[in-house]
Every structure is written in structure tokens, then in C-alpha cells.
């Protein structure tokens, strides 16, 4: 699996539905408004970071008005496809010498329980990590009121910067 290439993305369509997997592509260069859709706020939070990291370094703007036409509209299949093109084989999951964030050959004398790498899984906190059907969290909540105030933020920043350019 390539992280560039292929579908690994659950998603949702922020006007509900189900989820579905899209690519990255789908994402930058469709038409459609998506939340990550992962069982766990934390996993959400860690996938949307990552989705991030990549925009931020394989599409970053040369000035603001490159930044404000990319705010404007959705990314050309042709601009994605020259951004990725030199970085494919750095984000394969499954690379046969490097996969992403992995170490290959790794020896280790006991096997690691699962309870162990992932924070919050054990004891009696671990449900409050777990998106519950019909269950909104206090940390989806503090989401998606940060994606309202970022949202009217980045308005009058851009239109101030509209009335500028």
C-alpha cells in the first residue's frame, strides 16, 4: 500500500453517510468535504496529522497567491500527480528495504502486547478513547468547535488578503 497512491483514508461526508475509503488524490483534487472516520479520537487526531505532514511538504506554496488559489479550489490531478512523482517509493507501506515509518528485521526476545503500544487501551479509562455510536466526546467536540474558529479565522484572513492582492 502506498499512502500517495492508494485508498487508505476512512472517511465520511461531513454531511453524513457512510464511510468510505478514499486516497489522498480523492481528497485534494475532489469535490467533496470529509471527516477522518476511525474508531478512536486519538487515532482520528494521529491520521490527520499525518494527512497534514504530506500536504505541508510535498504541496507547499511558493507565496500567498499560490496559497489562496489552492484555498479557492480543488488541487489539478496534474499538480498532484508532479508533487508526488519524486516521492512515491518514500511513503510505501509495503517497500521491500523502507516502508514508511517502519524498520525492517527488527529481533525482540518477547512479543510486545498490543495493551502496551497503544496508550489508553487497558483499565477503566480505555472507553473514553472508543467513538460510541451516537456518543459525541468532549475531544470531538473541542474538534470540531477548533475547526469553526479556524474556519472563520482563515475567512477574514483571506479576505484581507483578497482585498490586498
Known sequence: ?????????????????????????????????YEICLPRDDLEMAALQLVICIIQVLFTPKDLR??????????????????IKDYKEWFSVDHPEYPFMQVRGVKANLETPMAKLMAGLTGATSSCFVNEPGRLTDCVLVVLLSHYLIRRLMHQVLEVALRQA
Open 66 to 83: 499560490e496559497l489562496l488559489g489552492n484555498l479557492r479550489a480543488p488541487m489539478s490531478e496534474q499538480k498532484y500527480l508532479e508533487g
Open 1 to 33: 500500500m502506498n499512502l500517495l497512491t492508494d485508498a487508505w483514508l476512512p472517511v465520511r461526508k461531513i454531511e453524513g453517510g457512510t464511510i468510505n475509503w478514499i486516497s489522498l488524490s480523492d481528497l485534494l483534487t475532489g469535490q467533496g468535504q
